[in-house]
């Protein structure tokens, strides 16, 4: 209490509006607001300032809301870019549903390659799942709002599968390097319990190393704007509505991302210096022709998925001073391009896989 007898006062920066916030915390307002006292006797400006103080206050709860953003200044055309959406949703669960129903199938893809290429179609799988339903729910029924622990579930599986998935690329990355440079203990360096193990280690590396930081955010404040930049919860955007000290918060998701994405990025960009060193030691042109083909398929794979992963971190980071339209296409783009492409890219570079997928949908359209 100060000498007026009034409740101590805070000053909290909003990160997301640069402003000074008059906050009272909830500890002062339960031990040092007397709240019988707050009868006739009080004036009336003092009671509408203590109500604007106390509405201030923004505790994660089971009540905070947050509101997502569809395409800004096109919200007038949210039924008409739905379609295009749909479309793509539609293509990417189709297509990694098909490559990964014909691995699982076909005995002759029960190899280390086609493995990881199913495991591959997983995390696309999951990531389209992931946002599947609040951007399209904005797009057909404007339908915003979602709860603070819905917000946390979402961006937990949608970094859990982003991270899954540059561990998956790193797997393949080994898988052509054991392929090329030692093609005879290929089949004993890849057994299916080292490629089970693989799995599992992708799963846990993920979980464990996003479980705290998703955690740390429940016990953190936030703004009384709650908007947020995308159609999904991202972490970067979530994190600028926070007023509370994000120090640790800032630290463990830049150790999140360097141990994740950093070190496998690394260890994919040293898996094809020894790709490459081990091709040009082949002395048949031809040989080495057909060792680089291999690669492309993977090369276009880790492409798609990392520039535009990249190019998300830079426009969060730096584009303070960007349209508002250009986050959000980024964002879809990381999202969304690489579960499209990926069967895409295999079914064509892939001959067996091309092969049997239309073997099984010309067998489907014959039936019918």
Not at 27 to 32: A, H, Q, R, W
Not at 210 to 235: D, I, M
Request: net charge positive; aromatic share 12%; glycine share 4%.
């Amino acid at each position: 209490m100060d000498e007026d007898g009034h409740p101590k006062t805070l000053q909290f920066a909003c990160p997301s509006r640069g402003q000074q916030r008059l906050v009272t915390t909830s500890n002062s307002l339960e031990k040092d607001f007397d709240y019988s006292a707050w009868g006739k006797n009080q004036d009336l400006n003092k009671r509408i300032q203590l109500l604007r103080i106390i509405t201030q206050i923004s505790h994660n709860s089971t009540f905070l809301t947050f509101l997502l953003t569809g395409v800004p200044g096109l919200e007038w055309a949210h039924a008409w870019i739905s379609i295009p959406f749909c479309c793509l949703y539609l293509t990417a669960l189709s297509g990694n549903t098909l490559i990964l129903f014909v691995v699982l199938t076909e005995p002759s893809f029960h190899e280390p390659m086609y493995y990881f290429l199913s495991m591959l179609s997983t995390t696309d799988i999951g990531l389209c799942i992931s946002t599947l339903v609040t951007v399209l729910g904005i797009f057909w029924l404007n339908a915003r709002e979602i709860s603070f622990n819905a917000c946390l579930s979402q961006m937990f599986f949608i970094h859990l599968f982003t991270f899954m998935e540059s561990s998956v690329l790193l797997a393949m990355a080994f898988d052509h390097f054991v392929a090329i440079s030692n093609p005879l203990r290929y089949a004993t360096i890849l057994t299916h319990a080292r490629i089970a193990q693989i799995g599992l280690a992708v799963i846990t590396r993920g979980t464990v190393i996003l479980t705290p930081l998703v955690l740390l955010l429940k016990h953190l404040s936030f703004c009384r704007s709650h908007v947020l930049r995308h159609s999904y919860c991202f972490y970067p955007d979530v994190m600028k509505l926070l007023y509370s000290d994000t120090k640790i918060n800032s630290a463990f998701g830049l150790i999140a991302i360097i141990s994740t994405t950093g070190v496998d990025s690394i260890f994919i960009l040293l898996s094809y210096v020894l790709i490459i060193h081990s091709v040009l030691n082949i002395a048949s042109p031809e040989e080495r022709k057909k060792a680089f083909s291999t690669c492309i398929s993977h090369i276009t794979a880790v492409a798609i998925f990392y520039i535009p992963l990249i190019s998300l971190s830079f426009v969060h980071r730096f584009g303070k001073h960007s349209p508002p339209y250009v986050p959000t296409l980024i964002a879809n783009i990381y999202l969304l391009i690489p579960p499209l492409m990926n069967p895409i890219i295999y079914s064509v570079k892939t001959k067996q896989i091309e092969k049997a997928v239309l073997k099984l949908v010309c067998s489907k359209g014959t039936h019918i």
